[in-house]
């Protein structure tokens, strides 16, 4: 039997693997290619997710917290868009 150890990595590498491959398929068009209404909403709600801290103010922050919503949306929904 595997130890926890080598499992935790095995399930880490592959969760991994399945963020990136729905990272590439939700963004396979661009920002201009995503659901519209919902990216502009992301965009607008991470800036105010914590307005006094200077983490949450930095672009790279916002720029990766917009795309793991996004991600999580997107893989939320598809199977309604299929």
């Known amino acids: ?3 926890p150890f ?4 095995v399930t880490l590498a592959r ?3 399945d963020y990136a491959d ?3 398929l939700a963004f396979s068009r661009g920002v201009k290619g995503l659901d519209g209404p919902i990216w502009h909403q992301i ?9 006094g801290v200077k983490l ?3 672009e790279g922050t916002q720029r990766v917290s917009n795309t793991l919503f996004f991600t999580f949306f997107f893989e939320r929904t598809r199977g309604e868009l299929i």
């Open 1 to 3: 039997m595997p130890s």
């Open 22 to 24: 729905m990272v590439k």
């Open 43 to 51: 965009s607008i709600d991470v800036p105010r997710t914590r307005p």
């Open 6 to 9: 080598s499992r935790r990595e």
């Open 56 to 58: 949450w103010m930095m």
């Open 15 to 17: 969760k991994r693997k």
